[in-house]
Nanobody, 124 residues
Framework: QVQLVESGGGLVQTGDSLRLSCAAS????????MAWFRQAPGKEREFVAV???????YYADSVKGRFTISRDNAKNTVYLQMNSLKPEDTAVYSC??????????????????WGQGTQVTVSS
């Protein structure tokens, strides 16, 4: 059983930065692909970023160049550094783990463990 807990969300202004954290417990963190997804009110959940076992990464076009995903296996934690935030980044951000392998998938159904989410609100 893997548990994921996100933190670091908040209310910021356009152009500001935030760093989200996702702490994992109950599994072999270093073997998992870890991803961030987000969901705005009334919208479908969308992929944001993913990091694999070897720290390879892949980003959605909407955040490329602004967001950076990283992991610290010693702390069982994955991070999402968000810079140059825009109002359209407003959403609940959730982290997810793929435990069966470390493949960098971009679809929600490929991930089997999820955190509760943390709210990010960017005002204009």
């Amino acid at each position: 059983q893997v548990q994921l807990v996100e933190s670091g969300g908040g209310l910021v202004q356009t152009g500001d930065s935030l760093r989200l954290s996702c702490a994992a417990s109950g599994g072999t963190f270093s073997r998992y692909a870890m991803a961030w997804f987000r969901q705005a009110p009334g919208k479908e959940r969308e992929f944001v970023a993913v990091i694999g076992r070897s720290a390879s990464t892949y980003y959605a076009d909407s955040v490329k160049g602004r967001f950076t995903i990283s992991r610290d296996n010693a702390k069982n934690t994955v991070y999402l550094q968000m810079n140059s935030l825009k109002p359209e980044d407003t959403a609940v951000y959730s982290c997810a783990a793929r435990s069966v392998d470390g493949t960098l998938y971009t679809t929600s159904r490929r991930y089997d463990y999820w955190g509760q989410g943390t709210q990010v609100t960017v005002s204009s």
